[in-house]
């Protein structure tokens, strides 16, 4: 279908179809808004029973239209909509915004009667077919055509100002609060998108539409769960590529939040973590909170991204520094001392100040407001900040101070305009004014101001990041039709160049104590059986086997368990293994992600990944340079460092193994469900990694469970 969506923002006619002379019904809104507020395009009212509608000429039908309307809005009970859709498609309508409910998100018959709309709207003689908007969506809004294809009520309050921030959200209710509380904080909207159903368009190609809009500078969205994966990536890089913003409120972490997401957008929820971990690649933001969300549209706005961001924070108060220090600290923003000379040499100016970073000026620089300029040009002639958070509190408000503070951090802006300026005070709407007027914006919270100028560092370091080293070519791996035994795993992943612990599958004891002999003791053994998927839950694995009486009692003693709690299970013998000593244990993973496709995973074993879920994820494939981002990301990362006299372990031998099983799982695509390397051993620095054990599922084959 065709990509563009312009014309939906911009209409030169719309049908409104189903359509109320009363303004408060669902049919009726859209047409009182566009009158009230100029659209200059046509609107065209169809009813059958009235000869006009709000003071507009009505049409019988479809067919007494003067023209083909440029987008359809349609209204109408959901039993009468796929007609109506089928129609306007073979008219060569472009677009239809689709308000009626009733469809993919009651499940079963209303996903099939979806299906149908799709196919009536594909199979349209626009070309390219006609794009669907919905169904069960508020709708849109455009601030600057005017057009107003919605029916919400918050224009009831008042209608936000006109700005270069633009809105994608799946839920129209929840957008309609966004922009009540954008209106009351005089924050500019260029247009909002409300998804409903995603039945065609979804929130990656409106944010890909929006990307493409040169009059919005930032993007706001709202997701309860992501449908449709390939366009929110592609959406996601464009964005970064054409350094655009994007922040992103994603709620539906908890399986509760899940389960109400799925009934009220027909929404796949999906792994928070795994969203989470595609935002990141793409530089995108995620917001916890309302507030949040909008504080970094706010500052993002002033299109100012510092790549190696560093704040430097001039406070007339001791205590907000250190609300803003431990604010930073939390969220890894950087907060360098200023240099001894500039130090001391503060300290002669005012004896009181405390001017490491923050530099608490004390209130005492209130009696001579020369000096917050002073202190404030060496902050960034000799701290080099790249971004400088002034608090001033409510002194900001009063008449006697605020034209000589508003002038001494205009002179610091002018000479230094290509640093990121915020300031944290309490005044009214009017004094607000005038200093957002002057280029600062402004919090009252230092928290939230500090929240935003991080997120402004981590813009600039996505849009200033250059391509990455190619992900590891492997050669082509033929997966079984069912779930491999643990030593073909091993064997279809040294294929890869993934290696594992010296080892091989015995069928008799004597043979076990040969193949323990050459390798060396300790050894550990395992049974081997393609329908044992977790060994361990039947004491199937034996550790710290350590002479050959040991590997002959451990033969019987595993083919005896094997017997009793799997009886059913085809033995294939027992594998005899290397036991590792003196490495670090990890685990490594991928697993098919129903948006995403495969995801690969890495963490620190035992606890760590049980109790900590200290884990990273990605998308696959990607080279070792990510690969080691993901390894030095977790929070346990010191252990493969070399903490507490440790010695250093092989993280580039590891970087190399995950990178290598993301290049597999790529090839693979749908055919592989999942692969668990757990534990991988990583040996001292130089001495490499081995995958100890190894789970591989089949798509079909099995549930997508782990754990062993």
């Known amino acids: 279908m065709s990509g563009d969506l312009s014309r939906l923002f911009a209409p030169r006619s719309v049908a409104v179809i189903g359509a109320s002379g009363d303004p408060k019904r669902i049919g009726g809104r859209p047409i009182a808004s566009m009158q009230e507020r100029g659209f200059t395009g046509d609107i065209w009212p169809v009813n059958p029973n009235r000869p006009e509608v709000q003071g507009l000429k009505a049409y019988a039908s479809l067919a007494d239209l003067p023209g083909v309307p440029d987008v359809a809005i349609v209204a109408v009970p959901a039993a009468l909509a796929g007609d109506t859709v089928a129609d306007l498609a073979q008219r060569g309508v472009s677009a239809a915004i689709i308000f009626s409910a009733g469809f993919a998100e009651m499940g079963g018959e209303g996903e099939a009667a979806q299906d149908r709309l799709v196919a009536a709207a594909r199979a349209g003689t626009h070309p390219g077919g006609m794009r669907l908007l919905g169904p069960n969506t508020l709708g849109l809004f455009d601030m600057r ?287 607000v004014n005038e200093f957002e007027a002057d280029g600062f914006t402004v919090f009252e919270d230092p928290t939230r101001a500090t929240v935003a100028i991080s997120a402004m560092g981590k813009y600039g370091e996505a849009f200033a990041r250059q391509p990455g080293q190619p992900a590891l070519s492997v050669p082509p791996v033929a997966l079984p039709a069912s779930n491999p035994t643990e030593a073909q795993a091993k064997s279809l992943l040294s294929q890869a160049g993934i290696a594992a612990a010296p080892e091989k599958v015995c069928t008799m004891a004597e043979e ?57 299970a085809r033995i294939e013998g027992v594998l005899v293994a290397r036991q590792l000593k003196g490495g670090v244990e990890c685990i490594l993973g991928i697993h098919r992600d129903p948006v995403f496709g495969p995801v690969a995973m890495v963490g ?73 390397l757990n534990p991988v051993i990583v040996m001292p620095e130089g001495h490499g990694a081995y995958a100890v054990d190894a789970v591989i599922e089949v798509a079909g084959e099995g549930g997508g469970g782990h754990g062993h």
Not at 517 to 546: A, C, Q, R, Y
């Open 145 to 431: 055509s005017r057009f107003y294809g919605t029916f919400t009520s918050v224009f009831e309050g008042g209608y936000p100002q006109t700005g270069r921030i633009g809105i994608a959200s799946q839920s129209g209710a929840y957008c309609g609060h966004l922009v009540a509380v954008m209106r009351e904080r005089g924050l500019g909207i260029a247009t909002a998108v409300m998804t409903g159903n995603e039945a065609d368009i979804s929130i990656g190609d409106v944010i890909g539409s929006m990307v493409a809009d040169p009059e919005i500078d930032v993007i706001a969205a709202y997701a309860e769960g992501i449908n449709k994966g390939d366009s929110f990536v592609a959406a996601l890089e464009a964005a970064r590529r054409a350094r655009k913003p994007v922040v992103v409120m994603k709620v539906g972490r908890s399986a509760l939040g899940g389960a109400a997401a799925q009934s009220h957008t027909a929404s796949i929820a999906g792994d928070d973590a795994v969203t989470g971990a595609v935002l990141e690649e793409f530089g995108a933001v995620q917001a916890r909170t309302t507030d949040e969300m909008l504080d970094i549209a706010q500052l993002a706005t002033r299109r100012i991204y510092p790549v190696g961001n560093t704040l430097g924070v001039i406070t007339v108060s001791g205590g907000a520094g250190v609300v803003i220090s431990d604010a930073a600290e939390q969220l890894g923003l950087d907060m360098p001392e200023m240099p001894e000379a500039a130090q001391a040499r503060m300290k002669e100016i005012l004896p009181y100040a405390a001017p490491r970073n923050p530099v608490d000026t004390t209130a005492q620089v209130l009696n001579d407001l020369s000096l917050l300029g002073q202190f404030g040009e060496a902050m960034i002639s000799e701290g080099g900040y790249r971004s400088i958070l002034g608090f001033l509190t409510y002194t900001a408000d009063a008449a006697s101070l605020s034209p000589r503070l508003r002038e001494q951090f205009r002179l610091l802006k002018e000479s230094h305009p290509d640093r990121l300026y915020v300031l944290s005070l309490v005044a009214g709407r009017e004094r």
């Open 512 to 568: 076990a104590v040969g193949t323990a002999t050459g390798f060396g003791f300790p050894v550990v053994m395992k049974i081997v059986s393609p329908d044992i998927l977790h060994k361990t839950e039947i004491g199937g694995v034996l550790l710290d086997i350590t002479d050959e009486a040991g590997v002959r009692a451990g033969f019987a003693t595993l083919l005896d368990r094997a017997r009793t709690n799997a009886p059913q």
């Open 604 to 676: 620190l074993g035992g606890v760590f990944v049980e109790i900590m879920k200290d884990v990273a994820f990605r998308r696959c494939p990607f080279g070792i340079d990510v690969a080691e981002q993901m390894i030095r990301s977790l929070k346990g990362a010191s252990l493969l460092l070399g903490a507490r006299g440790r010695p250093k372990a092989d993280i580039k031998a590891l970087a190399e193994m995950l990178s290598r099983l993301s290049s597999l799982a790529a090839m693979q695509g749908d055919k592989l469900q999942s692969i668990d």
